[in-house]
């Protein structure tokens, strides 16, 4: 399985772009990229999957240069709420080969 | 729409007891993962089962068994319970044959063991 390794912590002021590098330099051919934010005491939930080039929704965008060895996920004008720790994980869920693994995730801090 | 159900949502143990956690997957989904979270940690992988079978197994203590039934709910069941076992023991579910699936959690179970 894809190691990954982040940041482990970054700070923001709220209304500014932050970019998120995650490297994973043994990813293999099939494995999508996918990150997930946690909060305190809570689950992690999904932002954002992708497996080559760039992804948007309504909350982030995902960028994935060609050789797919590391990610960035970007998050556009953050505000206070999105203070929590953000997880890239690298794997491939096809039911018989279930396991995904959480990294050390980057702590991000959002002040006024 | 219906999110993964955990029981109980606190648990208070002593140790050497036992203590049986509960995860009700998405409807559809067949693949139930557990996690265990320490204090300040990041998730760590137990163990999965896909179609009421176990698909991988990561850290999990031989204290530990888990089992998903025929209505694809799982539980996990941990014996001689240890002070280090005190953690957020989190359930996710995921509909396992796309390979891009994603995880959806549940609120997880806080277990503190005495």
């Known amino acids: 399985l894809a190691k990954t390794t982040q940041p482990i912590s970054m700070d923001s002021y709220e209304g500014q772009e932050v970019n998120i590098t995650c490297s994973h330099n043994?990813?293999?051919?099939?494995?999508?990229i996918t990150w997930y934010q946690q909060f305190p005491s809570q689950g992690p939930r999904f932002i954002i999957q992708g497996y080559k080039t760039k992804v948007t929704n309504e909350v982030a965008s995902l960028f994935i240069p060609a050789d797919r060895k590391s990610s960035t996920l970007s998050l556009p004008r953050v505000s206070l709420s999105d203070t929590a720790v953000y997880y890239c994980l690298v794997g491939l869920l096809t039911g018989t080969a279930s396991k995904l693994t959480f990294g050390t995730g980057t702590r991000l801090q959002v002040t006024l | 729409a219906a999110g993964v159900i955990q029981s109980p949502r606190h648990l208070i143990k002593e140790k050497r007891e036992t203590a049986t956690l509960k995860c009700y997957p998405i409807?559809?989904?067949?693949?139930v993962y557990w996690y265990q979270q320490g204090p300040g940690q990041d998730p760590q992988f137990l163990i999965s089962f896909y179609e009421k079978m176990q698909s991988d197994k990561g850290s999990i203590p031989d204290r530990f068994s888990a089992q998903q039934f025929s209505d694809y709910h799982s539980e996990l069941n941990m014996s001689s319970l240890e002070l280090g076992d005190s953690a957020l023991y989190f359930c996710a579910s995921s509909f396992g044959q796309g390979g891009n699936e994603k995880l959806f959690f549940g609120s997880g179970t806080q277990l503190s063991v005495l």
């Open positions: 409807p559809r989904h067949d693949t």
């Open positions: 043994n990813i293999a051919t099939n494995d999508y």
